[in-house]
């Protein structure tokens, strides 16, 4: 059974995370000393660090989205032009044999452009078979084994692609997935370290203890009702 997908817990962007806990680090380092006393060592505030610095390494689903992209492109170049040297061979056989006839037909394939990925395979792989095995039927009209030698090819080449495609689908999910758990984990420190550093201080430094609020992002203005 598929794991399922890890929900966020922190409730803005993965950037506004990571840059949050950047930039509470100045404020625990100079407080490191009072703080002590709320549980927060200096052993809690270095792996805050350490764990800030890992997660920004990680890749951002942007890179992962496009990376993915491209593997996509390549695939539908390869899938044209497996068409392509498809329709090369289909277009010698229909100088001799029109495409409703049996014998046309035989061939697998008739019409090759809204085939699914795995029966545009399964078409390639029949029009290579059967195209060798009528090879000299139609060399007068311009079959050559090098031909079906280049379906075969694009049609290997095809098959890659779809496997690529799927490694690159599966690597973005989970690091998807990991990287959720991870930020899951850097905001749940945050949060108890701005906990304890805005209870020291909330009776007797509002400017220090407004440092460790966990969002600071300021709130949408609302519009004043008329009077």
Same mark, same amino acid.
């Given at each position: 059974m598929n794991a399922k997908n890890p929900v966020a817990e922190y409730p803005f962007t993965q950037a506004e995370l990571w /840059?949050?806990?950047l930039d509470l680090q100045p404020s625990l380092d100079r407080d490191a000393a009072v703080l002590t006393g709320r549980g927060v060592t200096a052993a809690r505030i270095s792996k805050l660090k350490t764990d800030t610095a890992a997660f920004g390494e990680m890749e951002p689903d942007t890179v992962l989205l496009q990376e993915g992209a491209a593997v996509t492109e390549e695939k539908d170049e390869v899938a044209e032009t497996l068409k392509t040297s498809m329709q090369a061979v289909?277009? &010698? &056989?229909?100088v001799q044999d029109e495409p409703r006839t049996a014998r046309?037909?035989?061939f697998g394939v008739t019409n090759i452009v809204d085939l699914s990925e795995a029966k545009l395979h399964l078409a390639a792989t029949m029009l290579v078979k059967q195209g060798r095995k009528y090879l000299e039927e139609y060399k007068a009209e311009g079959l050559?084994?090098?031909l079906l030698e280049a379906v075969? /090819?694009?049609?290997?080449d095809f098959v890659e692609g779809l496997t690529e495609r799927k490694e690159a689908e599966n690597t973005r999910?989970?690091?998807?997935?990991a990287r959720v758990l991870f930020a899951n984990g850097l905001y749940r420190q945050l949060v108890q370290l701005c906990a304890a550093g805005e209870s020291y201080w909330k009776l007797t430094d509002a400017t220090r203890a407004r440092e460790y609020v966990v969002d600071t992002t300021p709130a949408p203005a609302t519009e004043a009702r008329p009077s």
């Amino acid at each position: 059974m598929n794991a399922k997908n890890p929900v966020a817990e922190y409730p803005f962007t993965q950037a506004e995370l990571w /840059q949050r806990c950047l930039d509470l680090q100045p404020s625990l380092d100079r407080d490191a000393a009072v703080l002590t006393g709320r549980g927060v060592t200096a052993a809690r505030i270095s792996k805050l660090k350490t764990d800030t610095a890992a997660f920004g390494e990680m890749e951002p689903d942007t890179v992962l989205l496009q990376e993915g992209a491209a593997v996509t492109e390549e695939k539908d170049e390869v899938a044209e032009t497996l068409k392509t040297s498809m329709q090369a061979v289909l277009g &010698i &056989i229909a100088v001799q044999d029109e495409p409703r006839t049996a014998r046309y037909k035989r061939f697998g394939v008739t019409n090759i452009v809204d085939l699914s990925e795995a029966k545009l395979h399964l078409a390639a792989t029949m029009l290579v078979k059967q195209g060798r095995k009528y090879l000299e039927e139609y060399k007068a009209e311009g079959l050559t084994a090098a031909l079906l030698e280049a379906v075969e /090819q694009h049609n290997e080449d095809f098959v890659e692609g779809l496997t690529e495609r799927k490694e690159a689908e599966n690597t973005r999910s989970g690091a998807t997935r990991a990287r959720v758990l991870f930020a899951n984990g850097l905001y749940r420190q945050l949060v108890q370290l701005c906990a304890a550093g805005e209870s020291y201080w909330k009776l007797t430094d509002a400017t220090r203890a407004r440092e460790y609020v966990v969002d600071t992002t300021p709130a949408p203005a609302t519009e004043a009702r008329p009077s």
